[in-house]
């Protein structure tokens, strides 16, 4: 059985339609896919009517921009309610700064000699709900300014960079609590990727653990051997889940193809079980996943 629990659609960052995903998840032999597009549930409908037809399960997820110490870290939520008022607010909020965050790049970039402006990052988003650093860059690349997303990110876009500008984002433990109070599951992503390992070390990790975290995404392209080794040990401490996934961006994204890691069977179970509980302590219908 093979499952992947971090891919993007066009709603977010990926150049994959949320049903051309799940197809394309098929066609790579994955029997699991969660959907966890940045700050937003918009493609979930659209991904579990094609699951049916593609005969692939979908996990509905999405991926929390926080803020831990100054830095920006992921936390993927499976199954929380979409409506749950709290977090369904504290998101919208997150997609509305990430609008006016875009206009203060967009003015950077234009001071700095590389006219653009919002309408032309729009232009190449698409039917995207949540926006950001990578539309930019594809519009840069679009007006020819730069050869792709990396040079954009390299050159222009990444922390520190000359037109980079920092997004609100709420407090990591301040999230882990709002997706275990909207009945879901919450995971890592990728802690030691590039931004967020100075801030997620083992200690911290035990202090979200003791809040409500529930797993750690282990095998991610981030993490060379050593990483994936020494959070295994952190995870099996704690208790915490190991989720393995290739974080798919479609064509946005090289070196991430769907199922490049994957989850095992047993983890992807314990992390149903805990939404079942989850969405139980919170007063929800627990989940119903199709089987394969
Ligand atoms: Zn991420
Ligand atoms: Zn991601």
Redesign the pocket.
Known sequence: MRIDLHAHSSVSDGTDGPAELVHHARAAGLDVVALTDHDAFDGWPAATRAAAEAGVVVVPGV?ISTRLSGAGV?VLAYLPDPGYPPLADELARVRGNRMARLTEMAVLLTKAGLPIDVDDVLAVAGQASSLGRPHVADAMVAKGYVADRSEAFATWLAEGGPAYVPKYAPLTVDAVRLIGDAGGVAVL??PWGRGSRRVLDADTIRLLAGRGLAGIEVDHEDHDRYARGALREIAAALDLVVTGSS?YHGTGKTGHALGVNTTARGEYERLLDLARRAATTAGREPPRLGVV
């Open positions: 991926e992921h992503a990728h974080d």
